[in-house]
């Protein structure tokens, strides 16, 4: 199993910036997919902003141009820079990965514990 730890939550107001930090540890073999998905109340988790197998980024319509994403591979982190926040932007935050242990055999999902953000306006 792989462990994921976030940091870089708050409380922030509207057109602020914060910035989130996920780093990967355990048996890692390969990192496929990681990135940042997030749930506000009574709302469905969803995509924030990845990083794809194929080293490319997908990011949600909401947020592109105020966020960005990107990645230290030494350190299996990625990092998620929140720009212009808007209070819609509140939800936990979670990181996601996607990576094989082992050289052979098949890959497995990871979840972050989540971390709040909340923006006033």
């Known amino acids: 199993q792989v462990q994921l730890v976030e940091s870089g939550g708050g409380l922030m107001q509207a057109g602020g910036s914060l910035r989130l930090s996920c780093a990967a540890s355990g048996s890692i073999f390969r990192i496929n997919v990681m990135g940042w998905y997030r749930q506000a109340p009574g709302k469905q988790r969803e995509l924030v902003a990845v990083f794809t197998s194929d080293g490319n980024t997908n990011y949600a319509d909401s947020v592109k141009g105020r966020f960005t994403i990107s990645r230290d591979n030494a350190k299996n982190t990625v990092y998620l820079q929140m720009n212009s926040l808007k209070p819609e932007d509140t939800a936990v935050y979670y990181c996601?990965?996607?990576?094989?242990?082992?050289?052979?055999?098949?890959?497995?999902?990871?979840w972050g514990q989540g971390t709040q953000v909340t923006v006033s306006s």
């Open positions: 996601y990965c996607n990576a094989n242990r082992l050289a052979l055999g098949s890959s497995s999902g990871s």
